[in-house]
C-alpha cells in the first residue's frame, strides 16, 4: 500500500496582502458592525445610525479633497484651519444672509487653495511645508476674526443643519453626492486622468504636456472648498461658530480614511469607495470606544494603530 504524503499549502502572504490592500477596509467596517450589535446596546436602532452617518459627513466630504491631494503625491494638513476658517466667516457674514455668506466663505476658501497649490506648482515648495503653514496661520485667522465661540440663530443655517429629505439628512445626502462626483471626475474625465498621471510621476507628466501646475492648484483649491463644506456644515449641525476647537485633527481622520481605503501615500491612484469606508471604519472605531467609557485618548491611540496597520499592508502597492 502506497503511503499518502501530506503536503501542507503554504500561505501565500503576497496573495492575502494583496486582499487586505483591496478589502481590509471593507472588512474592518464589517468586524466593527458584528463587534457592536453583539456588545453595544441599542446599536441597531434608526436613531444610532442616523447619529453615526451624519457625525461622518464631514469627515467624508474632507476625506474626499485629501484624496484628491495624496494621488497627486501631495498631502494638505491645512483643512482643518480651513473648517476653522470657514465657520468663523460663516457666523460674520451670515447677517447678509446663508448664501452671501457662503459665497464669502467659498472665496476665503479658494484664496487658501490657492495659496497652497501656488506653493507646490510654482514655487516648489514640499506640499507638507506649504500647507503646514497655513494649518497654523489659517486657524490664527479664523481666531483674529472671530475670537470667541458665537451661537448662529439663523432658521436656514438650522434647515441645513437639521433638515432631512424622507428622512435622509441634508448632511449625508450631500457627502453621497460629493462622493459620487469626485468618483466621476476621477475615473471618468480628463482632468482626473491628468492627476493620477501627476502622482503617478510629475516629470514624466511634464514631459507628456500635460497641465501640471494647473491641475496641482486646482486639486488644492478643490480641498480646501470641500473643507469649508465640511466647516459650513459642522457649523449648521452645531448651530455654534468655534474656530478654536472646529477642524482640530480633522487632517489626522482625512488622511486615516484615504490611506486605509486604499490610496497610496505614493499617489497616482485615488480610490473614493475605499476613502468612505474609511472614514466610516473612524466613526465606528471611535464611536465603539466612546460607548463604552473610554477617553478620547484613546480613539487618538487606535486611529494611529490604524495608520500604522495601513501602511504596513500598503507596502509594496506603490503606483500603478
Not at 474592518?28 to 436613531?47: D, Q, R, Y
Not at 453621497?176 to 498621471?197: D, E, S, Y
Not at 473643507?227 to 481622520?253: F, I, Y
Request: hydrophobic share 60%; charged share 10%; proline share 4%.
Amino acid at each position: 500500500m502506497a503511503e499518502a504524503t501530506l503536503k501542507t499549502v503554504p500561505l501565500d502572504r503576497t496573495r492575502v496582502l494583496r486582499w487586505l490592500q483591496t478589502y481590509g477596509v471593507y472588512a474592518g467596517v464589517a468586524l466593527l458592525l458584528v463587534v457592536n450589535i453583539v456588545i453595544t446596546p441599542h446599536f441597531l436602532s434608526a436613531e444610532n445610525f442616523r447619529t453615526q452617518a451624519v457625525q461622518v459627513a464631514p469627515v467624508i466630504i474632507v476625506a474626499l479633497g485629501m484624496a484628491l491631494v495624496i494621488g497627486t503625491e501631495g498631502v494638505d494638513l491645512s483643512v482643518g484651519a480651513v473648517m476653522a476658517l470657514a465657520a468663523s466667516v460663516t457666523a460674520l457674514y451670515l447677517g447678509y444672509g446663508l448664501l452671501p455668506a457662503l459665497l464669502v466663505v467659498a472665496v476665503f476658501a479658494a484664496g487658501a487653495g490657492l495659496a497652497n497649490g501656488a506653493l507646490v506648482a510654482f514655487v516648489g515648495v514640499q506640499p507638507i511645508v506649504a500647507t503646514l503653514a497655513l494649518m497654523v496661520g489659517g486657524r490664527g485667522l479664523a481666531l483674529v476674526l472671530l475670537p470667541q465661540l458665537e451661537d448662529l440663530r439663523n432658521p436656514a443655517l438650522a434647515s441645513l443643519g437639521s433638515g432631512d429629505v424622507l428622512g435622509v439628512p441634508y448632511l449625508i445626502l450631500i457627502a453621497a453626492v460629493l462622493a459620487l462626483l469626485v468618483a466621476f471626475v476621477v475615473r471618468r474625465t480628463t482632468f482626473g486622468r491628468q492627476l493620477l498621471a501627476i502622482g503617478d510621476s510629475r516629470p514624466a507628466a511634464q514631459l507628456a504636456g500635460l497641465p501640471v501646475r494647473r491641475v496641482l492648484i486646482v486639486v488644492y483649491v478643490v480641498c480646501a472648498l470641500l473643507a469649508a463644506v465640511a466647516g459650513v456644515l459642522a457649523t449648521a449641525r452645531l448651530q455654534a461658530s468655534d474656530p478654536t476647537s472646529l477642524g482640530n485633527l480633522m487632517e489626522l481622520s482625512a488622511i486615516t480614511a484615504v490611506v486605509v481605503g486604499g490610496t497610496p501615500l505614493t499617489g497616482g491612484r485615488v480610490n473614493i469607495a475605499g476613502t468612505v469606508a474609511g472614514a466610516v471604519l473612524i466613526q465606528l472605531l471611535t464611536a465603539t470606544l466612546i460607548k463604552h467609557d473610554l477617553p478620547p485618548s484613546w480613539t487618538q491611540i487606535a486611529q494611529a494603530i490604524v495608520i500604522v496597520c495601513a501602511v504596513y499592508a500598503a507596502r509594496g502597492r506603490g503606483k500603478r
